[in-house]
């Protein structure tokens, strides 16, 4: 069997294009041009130009080199496959249902997307509603940690360190995640909190004097970051865990996050749950004065990410799917 996935999506694809061939399925990725220029018309005209002719040599290379599956992440990008008369999965990720499939500008395409898609998929339990809105045969599809990659390693230092692991963006509840840090450093002068630099509300946060920004990194970068901070912190508003923060739980870290679904497990994953700045404060507060539960805590997190996220388990799964249309 062969398979394409296109557009790496916060590295679900590059996961499960690697699982996919440890399992023995030739499996490759393709990133489509995704370039935004509103600087003026020529540029704009340059960016349609330039999309146009990458989904044209996408089509050829579909046609030249014969997958069986072609996998499309983000949902209107389901539209190269439309444009391009080939059949295609979809696999929905967050605000590209969760804000697209209403959005004046975005509806119409998204919806063609999903109507048009063999099959839908979804990677966030909160996507639910809307995916099945749009087709009731949508399908949860766990999003795929790399658990060789990232993996427990030594914790020499960690004693004062804090990650904020969360892209620095509004719709993570990243507003209450700062107020709860800049109390907990007023708490704890010595501790050392940092933070990566990127997300759309960067700017408003930047200068705040209590977190230390880091350039963002590579995957296999933050891979060997991660075990360096006794405790990570997630998002803390939509109820829900992403790559960032099931990656931390692989390297056996304790995450402090918001997290609804519990139910969807067989077993509820063991995170230090928290939601409003009180609860937030209070959950680090403790993990900082009781080294033996961060570690408990941690390795139980890495134990359930295993058992539900493995990268190869859900490869598996896919590949499953596949075979079976």
Same mark, same amino acid.
């Given at each position: 069997?062969?398979?394409?996935?296109?557009?790496?999506?916060?590295?679900?694809?590059? =996961?499960?294009?690697?699982?996919?061939?440890?399992?023995?399925?030739?499996?490759?990725?393709?990133?489509?041009?995704?370039?935004?220029?509103?600087?003026?018309?020529?540029?704009?005209?340059?960016?349609?130009?330039?999309?146009?002719?990458?989904?044209?040599?996408?089509?050829?290379?579909?046609?030249?080199?014969?997958?069986?599956?072609?996998?499309?992440?983000?949902?209107?990008?389901?539209?190269?496959?439309?444009?391009?008369?080939?059949?295609?999965?979809?696999?929905?990720?967050?605000?590209?249902?969760?804000?697209?499939?209403?959005?004046?500008?975005?509806?119409?395409?998204?919806?063609?997307?999903?109507?048009?898609?063999?099959?839908?998929?979804?990677?966030?339990?909160?996507?639910?509603?809307?995916?099945?809105?749009?087709?009731?045969?949508?399908?949860?599809?766990?999003?795929?940690?790399?658990?060789?990659?990232?993996?427990?390693?030594?914790?020499?230092?960690? !004693?004062?360190?804090?990650?904020?692991?969360?892209?620095?963006?509004?719709?993570?509840?990243?507003?209450?995640?700062?107020?709860?840090?800049?109390?907990?450093?007023?708490?704890?002068?010595?501790?050392?909190?940092?933070?990566?630099?990127? =997300?759309?509300?960067?700017?408003?946060?930047?200068?705040?004097?209590?977190?230390?920004?880091?350039?963002?990194?590579?995957?296999? !970068?933050?891979?060997?970051?991660?075990?360096?901070?006794?405790?990570?912190?997630?998002?803390?508003?939509?109820?829900?865990? =992403?790559?960032? !923060?099931?990656?931390?739980?692989?390297?056996?870290?304790?995450?402090?996050?918001?997290?609804?679904?519990?139910?969807?497990?067989?077993?509820?994953?063991?995170?230090?749950?928290?939601?409003?700045?009180?609860?937030?404060?209070?959950?680090?507060?403790?993990?900082?004065?009781?080294?033996?539960?961060?570690? !408990?805590? =941690?390795?139980?997190?890495?134990?359930?990410?295993?058992?539900?996220?493995?990268?190869?388990?859900?490869?598996?799964?896919?590949?499953?799917?596949?075979?079976?249309?």
């Amino acid at each position: 069997m062969k398979v394409l996935h296109v557009n790496n999506v916060a590295n679900v694809p590059a =996961g499960l294009v690697e699982g996919l061939r440890k399992i023995g399925i030739d499996a490759s990725l393709y990133q489509p041009y995704t370039g935004i220029n509103t600087s003026g018309k020529l540029s704009k005209l340059k960016v349609v130009a330039n999309r146009f002719a990458d989904a044209q040599a996408l089509r050829s290379k579909i046609a030249r080199e014969h997958f069986d599956i072609v996998h499309i992440h983000y949902a209107y990008f389901g539209m190269l496959g439309v444009l391009g008369g080939y059949p295609y999965w979809l696999h929905c990720h967050g605000t590209d249902i969760r804000r697209n499939l209403y959005h004046p500008l975005f509806k119409a395409v998204t919806k063609i997307s999903l109507d048009r898609a063999e099959r839908v998929f979804y990677s966030t339990p909160d996507l639910k509603v809307h995916a099945e809105k749009a087709r009731a045969d949508a399908m949860f599809i766990p999003n795929p940690i790399r658990t060789e990659l990232f993996e427990p390693r030594g914790f020499e230092g960690t !004693e004062n360190k804090v990650l904020l692991i969360s892209r620095i963006d509004k719709v993570k509840g990243i507003d209450v995640a700062f107020r709860a840090l800049e109390r907990v450093k007023k708490d704890n002068p010595g501790l050392s909190i940092d933070a990566l630099t990127w =997300g759309p509300d960067l700017d408003r946060f930047k200068d705040c004097g209590f977190v230390n920004f880091i350039p963002k990194m590579t995957h296999e !970068e933050l891979a060997r970051l991660i075990p360096n901070y006794r405790i990570i912190v997630g998002q803390f508003e939509l109820g829900i865990m =992403g790559m960032s !923060e099931m990656e931390a739980m692989a390297c056996a870290r304790p995450v402090v996050c918001h997290f609804e679904y519990q139910d969807w497990y067989a077993e509820a994953p063991p995170l230090a749950l928290a939601k409003t700045e009180d609860e937030i404060v209070e959950r680090i507060s403790e993990l900082l004065e009781k080294p033996a539960l961060c570690e !408990e805590l =941690g390795f139980a997190g890495r134990e359930w990410v295993v058992k539900y996220h493995d990268y190869i388990a859900i490869a598996g799964r896919l590949a499953k799917l596949y075979v079976g249309g």
